[in-house]
């Protein structure tokens, strides 16, 4: 079993939709979570983190935490074209360690 | 400099031949990482350093790969004897490590092996 689960996707969403992204992972324990989007061809860049159980806003993201359900979301309002990407889940495990989960592939048609 | 980088940029190189890929964390940053990462898959982790020492090499596939830190700034990743399969996009991160639930890592541009 994978660390941290994404569906693949593509997930197409029209432009000024909501893009909804999930991630779930298998160690309890964990306590930060991260989101990255990755362009292709680039690295990954940080967008947030979460680690409180509930929402966390910053601008047209929102990322939702439920550690009962072991859960990580990310909600993109008004999408635009230009956040099709390959958003990347990161679970921070124990002695600092990261996982990442595989991605999912965002296409945001105009 | 303001962020990771990596040097080169890509490197090709024959079957067999040996290759070293270069990360020069933001400076402060205590912990960086080492990741491989393959078409359509997310980062893999390889190794990590803190300060100097390598804190979790338990990535790192074979005793072909071997990292290093000796100053507790720039690393370098080394590859003996490359395979096709070591093919890939090496990245490279570093965090502050405050010990807090928001250290977060910041990535360098990458290193894309390419081995013929």
Known sequence: QKEVEQNS???????????????????????????YRQYSGKSPELIMFI???????????TAQLNKASQYVSLLI?????????????????????????????????? | GAGVSQTPSNKVTEKGKYVELR??????????????????????????????????????????????????????LKIQRTERGDSAVY??????LSGGNTDTQYFGPGTRLTVL
């Open chain 2, 23 to 76: 990360c020069d964390p933001i400076s402060g940053h205590t912990a960086l990482y080492w990741y491989r990462q393959s078409l359509g898959q997310g980062p893999e982790f390889l190794i990590y350093f803190q300060g100097t020492g390598a804190a979790d090499d338990s990535g790192l596939p074979n005793d072909r790969f071997f990292a290093v830190r000796p100053e507790g700034s720039v690393s370098t």
């Open chain 2, 91 to 96: 990245l490279c991160a570093s965090s502050l």
């Open chain 1, 9 to 35: 996707g593509p997930l197409s969403v029209p432009e000024g939709a909501i893009a909804s992204l999930n991630c779930t992972y298998s160690d309890r324990g964990s306590q930060s979570f991260f989101w």
């Open chain 1, 77 to 110: 309002r008004d999408s635009q074209p230009s956040d099709s990407a390959t958003y990347l889940c990161a679970v921070k495990g124990g002695f600092n360690k990261f996982y990442f989960g595989s991605g999912t592939k965002l296409n945001v048609k105009p």
């Open chain 1, 51 to 61: 680690y409180s159980n509930g929402d966390k806003e910053d601008g047209r993201f």
